[in-house]
């Protein structure tokens, strides 16, 4: 009688204790010799058999029921199948006669009603054993769901901690998603450009790889990152720590949306255009070459306008007396960050009560949420569909009070940060002066400024905070943390 070999190993982590294919051929071919069984091939395959469809598996039997063997020698019958399709396949062919025998190193079989019969009993309890396992896990992410913890591996930049089974934050990756994060909010960076920066900070997958652009867009668009997870079509409030706020996920997929849209192409790529508009009609302004110079004008698409041009070289002249305005001598450094640490105190007692109004409303969501799960629960009239748009609002409110909270909690040690970037900057443009790179001028308005006017051939803008002061005076040895007397001044 011709025997075929058959070694099965899946991937599944519920058979980690089985033999490997190597080691299931090396006791498979020891049992053959000392049985002197004539082996036609030995046939291998690393496929779950929790469903049919296995191929190897499926061309063996095809041969057996041509006639080229009419046995099967493997470790266990449930390396054979672990459903009812494929065992009930086995054990038809047993009954017409094409497969005369089956031999297991560690199973008795033989090719009776009553082996039969076993063989059966052994083929449902490897199936009991799959289902069973697999309601088990169902269970425990049911268990995990519940407490808002993420029941698989985790994704990148977090942690899987194996003695609390939670998520924790990894702190060597997670400052440089955040940073990925911040720069594409900008709209300045591609998601090429995002793999780029990752990849030269070191980033790798947990596998060791470089990110690829839809690596990177699935991370940018992944809501896990600011405290929730969608987990079988359902959104759950996660208790891992957050590593950016929900607003500044929102801005990134706005960015990302807006990059989805055709933009026509530019001839010319003129530095201040598509900066300003105009003070007359508020179109933007736009820029042209004429006689070889570059000048600035209102597009005028929404009427007549009589805002007159303006050549880049004048335009760059005042761009420069401002960003001169702005400089900050090297010995204010010192008495400017001592009066910050003042105010960083002053602002935590100025938050408590505004913290806990926000604690309040937090605790209010949450027990609309508890009613709601209550009345979906006992079929109240409440729908799937309506139920998870429900908790997902609630949800949303929930995420944005906690963000609120935390910005208050926090609000003193986040102006420090902040007002040293500021403080370097100012240090920073008196380097800028002396070059000549209109785009960089460019980028540096943006940081200490906003709503940017062209009227009468004049440029105006408003100031943002903390830069508020230096605009209007660059004397003031008060300036504290853009406490303006003007808070929308414009200049």
């Known amino acids: 009688m011709k025997y075929f070999i058959y070694a099965r190993k899946s991937t599944d982590s519920e058979e980690r204790q089985v033999l490997s294919i190597e080691a299931q051929l090396a006791e498979l071919k020891e049992f053959a010799a000392k049985e002197k069984l004539e082996i036609v091939a030995s046939l291998c395959e690393a496929k779950t058999a929790k469903e049919p469809g296995r191929t190897v598996f499926g061309e063996m039997l095809d041969r057996i029921e041509k006639g080229e063997a009419q046995g099967i020698l493997a470790w266990h019958p449930d390396r054979l199948a672990r459903n009812s399709i494929d065992g009930g396949r086995i054990i038809y062919l047993l009954d017409t006669g ?73 702190p060597e990756k997670a400052p440089l998603i955040r940073k990925a994060f911040e720069l594409y909010a900008t709209g300045e960076y591609t998601l090429k450009a995002i793999a780029k920066i990752l990849k030269d900070a070191g980033l790798r997958s947990y596998k060791g790889k470089v990110l690829s652009v839809s690596c990177v867009q699935r991370m940018l668009k992944n809501p896990f990152y600011y405290g929730v997870f969608r987990f079988n079509g359902k959104m759950y409030d996660g208790s891992h720590e957050p590593i950016i706020s929900k607003k500044l996920f929102d801005a990134v997929q706005q960015v990302m949306n807006n990059r989805g849209k055709r933009k026509r192409k530019r001839k010319h790529n003129f530095a201040f255009s598509g900066l300003m508009r105009c003070g007359n009609c508020g179109c933007m302004i736009t820029a042209e070459i004429q006689k070889g110079h570059i000048y600035y004008r209102c597009t005028k698409k929404k009427q007549k306008c009589n805002e007159k041009y303006l050549r880049e070289e004048k335009l760059v ?14 010995e204010w450094a ?102 000549s790179d209109n785009s960089q001028i460019r ?15 004049k440029f105006h803008f408003e100031g943002k905070i903390g830069w508020r002061a230096l605009l209007n005076s660059p004397q003031n040895t008060n300036w504290r943390r853009g406490r303006d007397s003007n808070p929308r001044c414009r200049f």
């Open 334 to 435: 010192e008495k400017m960050l001592a009066e910050i640490e003042k105010e960083k105190e002053q602002a935590k007692q100025e938050t408590k009560s505004l913290v806990q109004n926000l604690l309040d409303q937090k605790a209010a969501i949450e027990k609309k949420m508890d009613r709601l799960l209550d009345l979906y629960i006992e079929g109240k009239g409440i729908e799937p569909e309506e139920y998870q748009a429900k908790k997902q609002k609630l949800l949303n409110e929930k995420l944005e009070i906690q963000q609120k909270i935390k910005d208050f909690e926090q609000a003193g040690n986040n102006w420090l940060e902040p007002m040293k970037e500021m403080i370097l900057a100012s240090s920073q443009a008196k380097i800028l002066l002396s070059q």
């Open 98 to 170: 094409k497969l005369k025998d089956l031999k297991f190193p560690t199973f008795w079989f033989d090719n009776t009603p009553q082996g039969k019969f076993m063989l059966n009993i052994a083929f449902g309890q490897s199936k009991y054993y799959i289902d069973n396992l697999s309601e088990n896990i169902k269970r425990g992410h049911r268990a995990k769901l519940r407490k808002g913890i993420w029941p698989s591996f985790a994704p990148l930049g977090y942690l899987n901690n194996h003695k609390t089974k939670g998520i924790d934050i990894d």
């Open 317 to 330: 002249e005042q761009l420069k007396a401002i960003i001169q305005k702005v400089s900050l001598p090297d």
């Open 443 to 457: 980028t540096f308005l943006k940081n200490i400024g906003s709503n940017f006017i062209l009227k009468g051939k």
